[in-house]
């Protein structure tokens, strides 16, 4: 700690290098919005259980790379730290040859794939037997998430979730200048607002482009150049299918395609194309034929399916919202927990391009709230369990910010059934809000990454921002209240209730559990209710 009670994240970030194996263990830095993403070369060396234990550590994934969930106020800030460490002790060994490091996302990281705690003798028995059944779900589900089309979705992820932190960036300032707008203030300054918050949303597709040409194999510049075409102005020139295209047509969607099909074809220039020759050819080849084929088909298909997309979403919520959003509340956590929401981040980008924001996620988001009300039922029924509620303690302020990955597999997943009422909870908070956008009142995101009250300077909708925070606000509260209450009652059978509660298991005195600054000495585990 700082002498004025700030986190030291130069600190942090010393104390976990030593605790994954230092700098020759380390081939790999990337962090998106809640964790770093360390690559390792021996799994061996890293100490699993005292990176957990670790006071500024809210939990562990345990995937193709070892991510360390740290919160959305503090990884960037320790990932910076953490990199620098290492480049330091690097450029001290003379190790100038070693495996790089940058910024970019691991290619084949899951940001979200929920994984639990370790099992390790402690003065909790509980705690440490919960911890157990989380690490045997970790295994299983990292088993089940090896398959070709969850590694497609893993790449899809790689490809957007660099792109969180300016998303979030201007749909905040997207949102401030709404409601500047509204107000009539500071009108002289509202245009340069726009240009700031809309910049970045004009030219996405650019980006896109670049990271998804980087994730299969091809040159980011040249993804880029190609994913250029669909918002140049001058493609209101060309007719495609006998119709005018219009600048920004397909959007992301168009993109990815356009950049993946670059990447394939600069692939296949490369090893037909003599070494003399290959600058220039390579890069020309590849951009030609990719430009005429995103000029001439992508940009036309992609509108149709991006337009598709918004029509049946808007269709979905509008006509049966109460039932869509039971659903999709009833379901994200175990969509998380198997990796399939990665498929979604394209639609909410799609749906925050054509609409202005994604209906999608705050419906998404009440899972979330499910599994907070959860775990504050799991706290009051679990009297004499210590460990437990000192794992809830921990965990649950992030999860009021929609970090929920202590919360899940680190206290309702491993308890079985109020893991399941935690889901319910979500479907009423979901049903909830579907219902309200059935009646005419949306509540939208401008952005995706946060959920939870982080969310609130995102919300956006159909009515203005007013009745879309007032929406969600509510929404919350019924899915707190929903998975409270049927936790709190269908949540455990009596037999369960009398084993859990059986013997009083108080914190050691040196580790008081509400010091957010002490060492947690239950294991909690990680999930991905935040797609961090």
């Not at 990281?109 to 440490?128: C, K, Q, R």
């Not at 401030?176 to 009108?187: A, C, D, P, Q």
């Not at 981040?345 to 899972?367: R, S, W, Y």
């Not at 929609?402 to 893991?419: K, M, S």
Request: charged share 15%.
């Amino acid at each position: 700690m700082s002498d004025s009670g700030a986190p030291d994240h130069a600190a942090t970030a010393r104390d976990l290098l030593a605790l994954v194996g230092g700098e020759g263990n380390v081939t790999s830095i990337a962090n998106c919005i809640s964790r770093l993403r360390v690559g390792v070369a021996d799994r061996a060396r890293v100490r699993d259980q005292e990176v957990r234990d670790h006071p500024r550590v809210l939990g562990v994934v345990d995937d193709d790379t070892f991510q360390i969930v740290l919160g959305p106020a503090a990884v960037s800030k320790v990932a910076e730290e953490f990199r620098r460490l290492v480049e330091a002790e690097r450029a001290a060994a003379g190790s100038a040859d070693s495996p790089a490091t940058g910024a970019a996302t691991e290619p084949g990281a899951d940001p979200a794939l929920a994984t639990g705690a370790s099992s390790s003798p402690g003065p909790e028995a509980d705690a440490a037997a919960l911890a157990a059944r989380g690490a045997a779900i970790r295994a299983e589900n990292k088993r089940r998430n090896a398959t070709p089309f969850k590694l497609l979705l893993r790449r899809v992820a790689n490809i957007f979730v660099p792109l969180i932190p300016a998303l979030i960036a201007c749909g905040i300032l997207a949102g401030v200048t709404g409601v500047l707008t509204n107000l009539g203030w500071l009108t002289p300054a509202l245009p340069a607002m726009r240009a700031i918050a809309q910049g970045f949303i004009s030219l996405i597709t650019v980006f896109v482009g670049m990271n998804a040409a980087k994730e299969f194999g091809g040159t980011p510049v040249l993804g880029g150049a190609v994913a250029a075409i669909i918002p140049f102005a001058g493609i209101a020139e060309v007719q495609a299918f006998g119709v005018q295209l219009t600048p920004g047509q397909g959007g992301v969607l168009g993109a990815l395609g356009a950049a993946v099909l670059c990447a394939y074809v600069e692939r296949w220039a490369r090893r037909w194309v003599p070494g003399t020759l290959d600058i220039l050819l390579t890069p020309t080849i590849a951009v030609l034929v990719s430009g005429l084929v995103t000029v001439y088909g992508l940009m036309f298909v992609a509108g149709e399916v991006s337009a598709a997309i918004g029509v049946g979403a808007d269709w979905l919520l509008g006509q049966a919202g109460a039932v869509a959003g039971l659903v999709l509340g009833g379901l994200f956590l175990p969509l998380v927990m198997l990796g399939l929401h990665q498929a979604l981040i394209p639609i909410h980008t799609t749906l925050i391009e054509v609409d202005g924001f994604t209906v999608l996620l705050p419906v998404l988001a009440m899972a979330g709230a499910g599994q907070v009300g959860a775990a504050a039922a799991v706290y009051l029924r679990l009297k004499n369990n210590e460990g437990v509620r000192a794992t809830i303690r921990s965990a649950l302020p992030a999860g009021l910010l929609g970090v929920g990955e202590p919360l899940i597999y680190g206290v309702t997943l491993p308890l079985g059934r109020p893991f399941l009422t935690a889901c319910a909870g979500g479907a009423v908070g979901g049903s909830f809000l579907g219902l309200a956008n059935q009646l005419g009142v949306s509540a939208g995101s401008t952005a995706i990454g946060p959920s939870g009250w982080a969310l609130f300077p995102l919300v956006q909708g159909n009515q203005g921002i007013g009745a879309a925070v007032l929406v969600y606000g509510l929404g919350l509260l019924v899915g707190y209240v929903a998975g409270f209450l049927l936790t709190y009652f269908f949540g455990f059978n009596r037999q369960s209730l009398a084993e859990l509660n059986a013997a009083e298991s108080l914190a050691p005195e040196a580790t008081p559990a509400d010091d957010p600054t002490a060492p947690k000495r239950s294991t909690a585990g990680t999930g991905a209710a935040s797609g961090g």
